[in-house]
């Protein structure tokens, strides 16, 4: 299986590449991860129509080709004034569901602060009507971020640093599990397909 992890900030050297990174190094179970920091790939902001995914020096098709192999992924987002990142919610419009219908997704929400809720509640409502993603029920928020996962040492860990290690952990064990669930889930709906089922590509 294979697993796909987006970090969405806007800006190098970001607090979500550093958690990309340490769930990277922690995942276990899959044959291949990969893992897309959006803000170093040029992506046309999508207008509808579907030969802007492939413009010119897009690096859409690149993107396309691991997110329609992948059977899972973790996305990850800053809260910025209590939204998600634009760039993850430009890719999230361009997914096709033929290419990502019933994978699973993690959503991690960061925030410099004690929030980093908003953009879970924002992705659940209204991110997957028509790539029809599958959001786990687990997410993780990841509060006061840049005090978190920096260090390899666990004799030098706080409490808050253990609890959240521990609790990305099981995350990703839920994770991997309906990975395996839904697998078997989209060969059972291709062997058997709906009647004339192509004309609900789009969520209602």
């Known amino acids: 299986m294979n697993l796909v992890i987006i970090s969405a900030s806007q800006r190098k050297q970001s607090q979500s590449v550093k958690v990309a990174q340490y769930i990277a190094e922690s995942v276990t179970g899959y044959e291949e991860v ?3 920091e959006l803000c170093q790939y040029n992506l046309p902001l999508w207008d509808g129509d579907l030969a802007s995914k492939s413009a010119e020096l897009s690096d859409w098709p690149l993107l396309n080709k ?9 996305m990850i987002t800053p809260e910025w004034s209590g939204m998600a ?9 361009m997914c096709s569901g033929q290419d990502t219908a019933h994978k699973p997704v993690l959503l991690v929400g ?17 991110a997957f009507k028509n790539n029809k ?6 997410h993780l928020v990841i509060r ?3 005090e978190v996962l920096n260090s390899a040492n666990e004799s030098e860990l706080s409490d808050k640093d253990s609890n959240i290690r521990h609790r990305i952990g099981y995350s990703l064990h ?3 599990h309906y990975s395996e669930a839904l697998r078997a889930l989209r060969t059972n709906l291709s062997i058997h397909p709906y009647n004339n089922e192509e004309r609900y590509s789009n969520g209602m």
């Open 34 to 36: 990969t893992h897309f």
């Open 110 to 126: 960061l925030s410099g602060g004690i929030s980093g809720v908003y953009p879970i509640a924002e992705l659940r409502m209204n």
């Open 144 to 146: 006061n971020v840049e």
């Open 174 to 176: 839920v994770l991997y």
């Open 66 to 74: 691991q997110i329609s192999q992948a059977d899972a992924f973790i």
């Open 133 to 138: 993603l599958v959001a786990i029920p687990d």
């Open 85 to 93: 990142s634009p760039l993850l919610k430009n890719v999230l419009l």
